[in-house]
């Protein structure tokens, strides 16, 4: 017999956005006059800026010239954007990263699920509930989470964090103490968000335990709210506990293009161990790098002109989050999100979440993402998602109110 990693049977059932796609396609073939509108998946729709077009257009070119032809990139990155990021992203806001700790990557979510490799097989984890389902997964995969209980569908080694309506989606510190704690904000899916002060209770609760936070900043671009942290180094003492994971594909639509980074301070140790540097030899062994037509394209995001236009592509997609939340809020369900972030998240009521989404398709042919599928405290939430275009966004708000 074949000796394989049998931690990749234990994973549950088919990935949520499959399932919803098979019963959006059985529902459309049983009523193919029902126009669908989709707002249940996190990609974007809007096609990419034209700075950033540009950019690739010349990259491409550059590779196909004999003086300016690039083969295999730095594996961390090309120094001319890790030296950008360092200085847009971070030292303009005050925060202590150099282009050194950047590792630029093809995207957040590769680098959100292989950055487990770096810890013990033993390491708990500790996750926010409902959570984006990577987190969790990867470490299934790597044998870490015990044993999965389908009545509660939750794992025997996992710290579950619930965040709810009503412990205001800000978890309680957890009674066993976890190694890595998973926190994402603005938070997907909830669309929910946690000030600076919110965030000290968690680096200070990690420095003090000897735990590493891994902070999901994929969608810092929607934050509007001034006490929001951009970056979790904005908090005292984060660089000698958190790892952060950032993406170009919210941000600047490059979810088909491909591209984002990872921050890890040389302040990070275990020990003599720098975290930093087992990443970076991560990296020289398994990884080639994020091509150089990508980081072209991500210095573009940087410059005066493509800063404004993503701005605008992120404002778009605000306004569609603003009408779902204030059509759904005036129709009396209670909603959170939509304010630092492109998801809203609302209360299902008595139904579940798969009850509603039902219903949803059924009575107004309007898609969203049941909370269930993202952990059992969303049970009774649903996901709707600001990425659709405003037109078809106003016409499901007017759909929904028909069902009130
Ligand atoms: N992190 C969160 C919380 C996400 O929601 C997503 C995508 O939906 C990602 C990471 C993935 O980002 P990327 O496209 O850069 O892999």
């Not at 996190?42 to 300016?68: F, R, W, Y």
């Amino acid at each position: 017999m074949i000796k394989i990693n049998d931690n990749y049977l234990k994973l549950p059932g088919s990935y949520l956005f499959s399932t919803i796609a098979k019963k959006v396609s059985a529902y459309q073939a049983e009523h193919p006059e029902a126009e669908i509108i989709r707002m249940g998946i996190g990609d974007v729709t809007l096609p990419l800026a034209p700075q950033i077009l540009k950019a690739l257009h010349e990259a491409v070119d550059e590779m196909g010239d004999k003086e300016t032809f690039k083969g295999y990139a730095p594996d961390l990155g090309y120094r001319f954007l890790r030296e950008t990021i360092a200085r847009e992203d971070y030292q303009a806001r005050g925060c202590k990263v150099d282009a050194d700790e950047i590792f630029i990557s093809d995207g957040a979510k590769c680098d959100c699920g292989n950055i487990q490799e770096l810890f013990a097989a033993d390491a708990k984890i500790a996750v926010c509930d409902p959570v984006y389902p990577v987190y969790v997964d990867s470490n299934v995969m790597a044998g870490r989470t015990g044993v999965y209980d389908p009545v509660t569908e939750t794992w025997s080694d996992v710290i579950y964090l619930p965040c709810t309506m009503d412990n205001d989606f800000f978890p309680e510190l957890p009674k066993e103490t976890p190694d890595l704690i998973y926190l994402c904000n603005p938070c997907n899916p909830t669309g929910t968000t946690w000030t600076k002060e919110q965030l000290k209770v968690w680096v200070d609760y990690a420095n003090a335990h000897d735990a590493v936070i891994l902070y999901d900043a994929a969608y810092e671009a929607y934050i509007t709210t001034p006490e929001v942290p951009h970056s979790i180094y904005e908090v005292e003492r984060a660089r000698t506990c958190a790892i952060e994971f950032r993406s170009f594909s919210k941000n600047a639509g490059f979810t088909g293009v491909r591209l984002g980074f990872t921050v890890i301070p040389t302040d990070l140790k275990s020990g003599d161990a720098s975290l930093h540097d087992m990443w970076a030899r991560r990296h020289g062994t398994k990884y080639n790098g994020a091509p150089y037509i990508q980081q072209k394209a991500g210095l573009a995001v940087y410059s005066e002109e493509g800063k404004k236009e993503i701005k605008e592509q992120v404002a778009y997609y605000m306004r569609n989050a603003r009408t779902l939340r204030e059509g759904l809020e005036a129709m009396g369900y209670k909603v959170v999100g939509g304010v630092d972030s492109p998801y809203v998240w609302l209360h299902t009521g008595e139904m579940t979440s798969w009850e509603f989404f039902d219903h949803l398709l059924d009575k107004a042919h309007v898609v969203g993402t049941p909370g269930s599928g993202f952990g059992p405290s969303g049970e009774h939430y649903f996901r709707l998602t600001g990425f659709g275009s405003y037109e078809a966004t106003q016409k499901a708000v007017e759909r929904i109110k028909g069902l009130v």
